[in-house]
């Protein structure tokens, strides 16, 4: 029995004052990537999935409108904002809702639908708020184990119960960067009970540039149980802001409304995210940072022996030899000290392997330039 695991069972019997509900104290607290290296100070950042191509110019124009008037609430239905995406997109406003990142959307559709007694499906690697969410909800996780770094629809399907009210799948997957076909997508829903919730996460979905790729759109659109989720933080470089939205059927977005903070989204965030969904431009040339640096990378940590899972975000999941002195583990503590800070993920399940965002080309040069070091090879 480790520390925390005593201290937990210590406070749950505690009657002298106020305990949270079952489960609450059996999520693990997410621990972001770091953000300095071990010196304090950070030459290359490249834990978090951030955009190297910083925020549109539009957007920090409109941020810098609204801080003209901070005393004022925001529209606390972003109204303006959902249109804007509905236009971009092509979607009705009405089926739209927005929060603090999609992860907040993500906490509202457990909170919304799951409760004790209920179970939600996650992928072996998935997002780790998806677990937070679940048991925040009072509902039980269930695990579904991946092929090859990749969503599985069979083991999903195999573990869906009576009790299944919810089914979470990120494509593209964060950390591995692997996707789903949409036809595996329409073979999953086609085969879940009508009452069992399919939310689609595409938080990376600007990003890939695959014919059999959708990010879930046009089965929002169709059904009445797949919901899809999305952010800002990524490719609009709106991380700080905190802004994401979701797309439904009409009866989730009602019941998600409900629930919804009655100002979730601050009007800087609102206005910086019209800007950048307008702002085409700006996202095509970061798709095609990433459509260059991408396979540069990859090639290069492959040429240093090292392996790489084959990725469709702004990231690539690196796997290190099980060798002393040459770990994971090892790695990291070297980058870290020449100032390049990536993301080691033994909390999803990979302790041997650590995650990192495409950069700058000064970034991803460096890197690498330093990995070869590190790995005797320079």
Known sequence: MNEMTSVKQADATRSDRPQPKPGVLDIAVYVPGKSKGSHGKTVHKLSSNETPLGTSADAKEAMEAVARNLELYPDGAATELRAAIGDVYGLNPDRIICGAGSDEVLSMLAYGYLGPGDEAIYSEHGFLVYEIAIRAAGATPVIAPEKNLTTDV???????????????????????????????????????????????????????????????????????????????????????????????????????????????????????????????????????????????????????????????????LVHFPDEDGKRAKDADAYLLERGCVLRMVGNYGLPNSIRMTIGSEEANRTVVSHLAQFLGQA
């Open 154 to 316: 069979d083991a999903i399907l195999a573990r869906v119960t009576e009790k299944t009210k919810m089914v979470f799948v990120a494509n593209p997957n964060n950390p591995t960067g692997t996707y789903l076909p949409f036809e595996e997508v329409r073979r999953l829903h086609e085969n879940l009970p009508a009452h069992v919730l399919l939310v689609l996460d595409a938080a990376y979905g600007e990003y890939v540039r695959r014919n059999d790729y959708e990010s879930g759109i046009e089965l929002a659109a169709t059904s009445d149980n797949v919901f899809m989720t999305r952010t800002f933080s990524k490719i609009y470089g709106l991380a700080n802001l905190r802004v994401g939205w979701g797309f439904g059927p009409a009866h989730i977005i009602d019941a998600l409304n409900r629930i919804r903070g009655p100002f979730n989204i601050s009007g800087v965030g609102i206005a910086a995210g019209i800007a950048s969904v307008r702002d085409r431009d700006f996202v095509a040339q970061s798709v095609e940072h990433n459509e260059k640096w991408l396979p540069w990378v990859t090639a290069e940590l492959e040429k240093l022996g090292l392996k790489v899972t084959p990725s469709v975000g702004n990231f690539v």
